[in-house]
């Protein structure tokens, strides 16, 4: 119910979250760019500098957008005369960065059951949290929130874009990936944590084989006979008789993980359900090879992105043989003390990943630093320690597009993608360039002149009670 | 306006007393007539009549009438009009507020001290407790309830508490009566979920996404339950109302009928729900935050389609006006969205970083069918009406203020039949201020329930 469209009877849907916000401008008055009355359906920014990470970085061109999508990009393009025009001379303009790891915007990051596979983000998701004003101004555009690491197995995540009035309007897509951790949970240990994950997945199997054995007793009911053969072969003749409605809540999304197609006495049975990933949390290096044999032993390796600690850049060989994507902890160097001598060893873990050849993820910082919860910084450090720029904007925007599936619609600045679009005043990866405007499929999401917050932050010797209000 | 061939107009002057404004008058004047009132009451007099200086009516055609006359016959409102057209009958005890207002009696659609105090409230068996029913809890004329008459309050929905996501059965009493029986006045009164904001406590701590995944498992089990004794009695009263037909029918072509309907299995734990499916019974949600609220009309009011009242909807709550505004519009004659805003009528805004009333919030989001609550006794049952004040401070206006404590809560409960203004036929309901209740320093002088004086603060007796 949550990709439910509201406001279809009147508004198309690209504008809805536009006139969410502008229905709501009494309340809003100040938090952020406060949009005009009429959207426009046509967007032009033009004399940018733009950097579309897929294809070279053009000096001077336009970008075209139509209904939300990009229509056209490059040095010379015709721009419609009914189109709102942004003059964006000299100034950057690159793909919506994504945050592809993060449970903010929850109420609390876990629950505090273990095991809930059957839970989903969209049913705790704040679309109010100033986390999401904050992605705004930070020029994140689409937000992968999912439950965080102090878990079993945690519920669905799901990819929104930080504006709109309710889950629906907000989200990019629904939930393709459960939460997973190998590293033990609060109160876990390594043998009580994959204990767990060990007896969930044979719960599953063992209610799969009831479920088929009660579907051939009901059969059975139906055409009025006794029960003929004994339960093994009972779950066999059943296994295809299992349909998506004999399958509860608790153990769809299990089955979804496992490939949604039900197994049962060791053979196969219908495929119900469209499969599920699993973002994959592995705290230390060691977590590596239990994660990598957990997701190939239920079928989900190919599905599986795998969610660093620091320590983790040891397990090098292990990732380069595994070849799956990585998100990389906010703490981009690692420092590892000698218990002996105190001698501190620092080692910066983007280029080790990035010189195993592996599609890697930056995220914002551990801490709320205002530098390193810009994923634009994040990159710039990768440069400075060798990593080549290019890779390191794909880092922010086109990788993890690409390990949620969604590099069809977001992580470059492309004909018929999603208008995810945001002006820097200078280059994104100097850091004194700011985030000037944001752009959501079209929808002027953001301006930095007419941030209050954030000019109230900025504006020196001016208190509370004399900034001017809205 | 009956009886006028026997009575007499009101303007004629009687031995009662007459009620000045100034203390002075009303205390010595008090003192006389309360030995009236020993005689009249040894006679048992037909009716009451009062007669006040303003009526303030609450129904949906905003009568105020200055100098109006209200009659009152056994436990019913009988006349209503301007102190020249209404005959009072003759022997009718005739009480004259000559400088005050009166009102219906005030209506609370979140109570809790009805109970008597904070037990009975509560039981955290489960994260949700369908099958539990507070009907056997409200404890007539207990120290809260006599509390709640000196406000005027005459109408209260008891709820379970907020402990778990859902807790049980409300009922709705009147704060009036000595015995159970006497005081109920709906059973259940409504359905009590709440959404967030409380039952986290459960298990050590619970987050959104698993309290409300298991609201929507019970409610989902309690609906199939519904659903599967609804088909049956559509059934049953398929065959019977055409059995004489279809027996006829059936003789002639040679057929047998169709064979009777099984009757699922009776399940105490489900039963309850019945009436929340068939839209009799509302759902009062306990529910506050952004986030919140917005789950509550997504779930409850959307996805089940239930008759659903917010209740508290407080802190940035007002922020979902517009797509309850909208849920509203769509026209879901069937569900209903009630909201009511209370206890605490502010909330410091973080965005625009200035205090923000939650009234007048709601007010400007559009939504202007407003009730306020107070979750008595967490803000105590005869101070209704300074959540009313405290609104109007924050913004909001006096009139809406009135309605979301009348009018508009015994709507958004289902009980605007009964209670909730001041018409001729309603329950005699009734309520004396010594000015506009909203106005801080107004008192409730005199309350009645049901046609009976619950509370009687004109002879120097008052409590507040």
Redesign the interface.
Known sequence: MHGKPRYSAFVPAWLRGFVVTWLCGFVTAGAVAQPPAVPPERVALTGARIIPVVGAPIASGTVLVERGKIAAVGPEVEIPYDARVFDVSGKFVMPGMIDVHTARGLDIPNESRPVTPHLDVADALDPSQLFFEDCLRLGITAVHVIPANNTVIGGLGRVVRPIGLTVGEMTIAEGEFLKIAITPRRGFDRMLQMATLRETFLELDDYLARVAEKRYEDKLKEEDKQIDVGPDEARKRGRDLVRAEDVDDQHRNLLRLCGGQVRVAGGPGPKLFQPLGAFVYCGNAMDIALAVRLAKDHAFFDRTVLVLGGECHKAVAELKQAARPVVLPGDLTYRATDPLTGEVHETFVPKKIFDAGLLFALVPGPDDSYAERMLNYQAAQCVRYGVPRDEALRAITLNPAKMLGLDGRLGSIEPGKDAHLVVFSGDPLDFSSVVEQVFIDGIPAYDRAKDVRLQRLLSPGTSDSTAKPE | MRNRPRGHKATEPRGDVYYAGFCALVFAGGLFAHAADITDQSSSPPGLAFRAAKLVAMDDANTVINDAVVLVKGNRIEAVGRAGDVVIPDGYRVLHFAEHWLLPGIVEAHNHSAAGGWGDLNDMVYQTNPGLDIRPVPRPDNPWVKRARTGGVTTVLLLPGSGTNLAGFGTIVSTGGKTPDEITMRTPGSLKIAQ?GNPEWY???????????NLR?TIEKARAYCQRWEEYDQATKRQSGGATENVAAGHQAGRESEPPPAQPEFDPIWDGFRGVFTGAVPATVHTQ???VL??TV?MIA??FGLWTVTEHSSF?A??????VR?FQQ?GAPHAPLWIIQGPRQYHF??????M?GNAN?WW??GIHELAINTDAPVVPQEELTYQSAMACWYGWLPYPALRAITNITAKSIGLYDRVGSVEVGKQADLSVWTGDPIDPRSACLMTVVNGEIVYDGTQGTRRF
Do not use: C, H
């Not at chain 2, 298990?203 to 995944?213: A, L």
């Not at chain 2, 007002?318 to 797509?323: L, T």
């Open positions: 967030a298990f050590g701590g619970n987050g959104r996404s698993f309290m409300n995944w498992q935050v952004y986030q917005l789950m997504e959307d996805q940035d007002w922020k979902v006006g517009p797509v909208e769509r805004d973080r965005t625009s970083r200035r923000i919030g400007k989001n």
